[in-house]
């Protein structure tokens, strides 16, 4: 299955894919992931998508759509796109992407929540520098100070979690990605979800969406 997780920074699509790796299979894809690791690397990608991730802006769609080609090759079934696409550019040559493979997206999943809501999880995510798990310093406390529980890893807080940065990452998405919502309900397959529910709680309504046949 090909699964898109669609919603703006904040919502829970990074946690639930945690969820879904770890208890359906699923291999999970976050363009922001593999950016973030570019820009760990310092390599020439990387140096050119640090600027635009810390500002809250998008990178080139260019960049991000043969990045998402050149994982595909590697991995084919059970796939979560997480945070990709997140604009019409993207959602369409995606289409073409698959073609080519001959797949096909299955379901998406669009996480709805409130501005206000994401800047309080935002303002306090700390993620794991290992695995990538993301914790709250309030709603989702890890069992010790600044380790993750799964792996010991250390956790720390993304560059881009100050509120100029989410505020503008808030407004992309209400301008360019927002409309993918459209999109993808003319296409008969998108299924909307209330992000503001506890974690596992949200997990269970997105577990009854996968088990819906189409
Ligand atoms: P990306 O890494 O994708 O960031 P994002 O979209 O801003 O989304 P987040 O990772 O911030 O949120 P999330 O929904 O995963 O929430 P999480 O589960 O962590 O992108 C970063 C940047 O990369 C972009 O700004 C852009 O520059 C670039 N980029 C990436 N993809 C791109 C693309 N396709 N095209 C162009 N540019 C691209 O949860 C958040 C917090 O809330 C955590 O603290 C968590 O513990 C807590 N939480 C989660 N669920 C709950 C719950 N149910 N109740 C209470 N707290 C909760
Ligand atoms: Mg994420």
């Known amino acids: 299955m090909y699964l898109i997780l669609l919603g703006a920074p ?33 390599t020439d990608l990387g140096i050119v998508a640090k600027e635009c991730m810390d500002k809250g802006t998008l990178v080139s769609d260019d ?13 084919s079934d059970n796939v ?12 369409e040559k ?12 299955d379901k998406v999943i669009n996480i709805a929540l409130d501005d206000s809501i994401i800047e309080d999880r935002l303002a306090g995510r700390l993620v794991c520098k290992s695995c990538g798990k993301s914790y709250h310093k309030i709603f989702f406390k890890p ?21 100029e940065s989410v505020r503008n990452r ?9 409309p993918l919502i459209n999109y993808y309900d003319k296409n008969g397959i998108l299924y909307n979800l209330d992000g503001n529910k506890e974690s596992l709680e949200l997990f ?8 819906e046949d189409i």
């Open 143 to 163: 069992r010790k100070a600044g380790v993750c529980d799964d792996c010991g890893g250390v956790l720390y807080q993304r560059s881009d979690d100050n509120l």
């Open 10 to 42: 904040g919502v829970g699509k990074g946690t639930q894919s945690k969820y879904l790796v770890e208890s359906k299979g699923f291999i999970q894809l976050s363009t922001g992931d593999i950016l973030r690791a570019e820009v760990k690397a310092k």
């Open 63 to 75: 960049i991000v759509l043969n990045m998402i080609k050149n994982k595909l090759i590697e991995i």
């Open 94 to 105: 995606f289409v073409d992407i698959l073609k080519d493979l001959n797949k096909k997206i």
């Open 204 to 211: 269970n309504d997105i577990v009854n969406v996968l088990e």
């Open 170 to 178: 808030l407004e992309v998405y209400h301008s360019t990605t927002k």
């Open 80 to 91: 979560i796109f997480d945070g990709f696409p997140r604009t019409l550019i993207q959602a």
